[in-house]
């Protein structure tokens, strides 16, 4: 658990905090059609650095332009909105819908943070954001990150499995393989100088071993 834990902290980094969003609250489908960004009828007001909003059952929409940058096929760029609530049960929670030069690509929850964009592109950004059901307020933090995807496979290549031994027999032999070549995996990495080439050359051959003994 503790490698997976070092392991995600160098899965993504935050290039650019989005600034100049716009915000106007608004009712529930009443003044867009489902499939398209809202007209000029809302009162649009700029969304300050720290700003908050909350209230229950309450809707807005935001806006911003962002430009990718041109990176490297190892990584992906990310638009990540964080709220800063993660518990309690999804459906009470921040919820969104996401729309990338006026198409809808997908939703955001509190499990589903990350858009993935296209490298040296530039984006005008619409987010229909509804609060939840708790009276209590919310952050609204976008921000443009380049998440490693050979970092990010690996953690999951180890973090999940390492779950599942919580509902296997700890005396039989399938936990115990399980953890035996877990431990053989992470013996390969290289933590001591995060993002080096000795870091990331490890990452790659602790993926190609369990590729080979577990995968």
């Known amino acids: 658990e503790a490698v997976c834990r070092e392991l995600q902290k160098y899965i993504s980094d935050t290039i650019i905090e989005v600034s100049n969003i716009l915000y106007a609250p608004c009712e529930y489908k009443e003044i867009y059609k ?4 809202p ?47 993660n518990d309690d049960w999804d459906a009470l929670n921040p919820q969104g819908l996401v729309y990338l030069n006026g198409k809808m690509v997908q939703g955001l929850d509190i499990n589903h943070t990350d858009v993935v964009l296209d490298f040296n592109r530039e984006y005008e950004i619409w987010i229909y954001f509804y609060t939840g059901m708790y009276d209590c307020m919310v952050d609204f933090n976008a921000s443009l990150c380049l998440n490693n995807k050979r970092v990010e496979k690996l953690y999951y290549d180890l973090s999940v499995p390492l779950e599942g031994t919580r509902y296997i027999n700890p005396d039989s032999k399938d ?37 080979v003994n577990f995968y």
Not at 60 to 66: A, L
């Open 34 to 37: 489902d499939e398209n960004i």
């Open 175 to 211: 936990y115990f393989d399980t953890i035996n070549t877990l431990n053989s995996a992470v013996q390969l990495l290289d933590l001591r100088v995060p993002k080096s080439n000795e870091f990331y050359k490890s990452i790659d051959a602790t993926i190609d071993y369990l590729d």
């Open 39 to 85: 007209d000029s009828a809302l009162l649009w007001s700029t969304f300050e650095k720290d700003m908050r909003i909350g209230g229950i059952d309450k809707h807005y929409w935001f806006k911003f332009k962002v430009k990718t940058l041109d990176c490297d096929s190892r990584t992906e760029c990310v638009l990540s909105v964080i709220t800063g609530k």
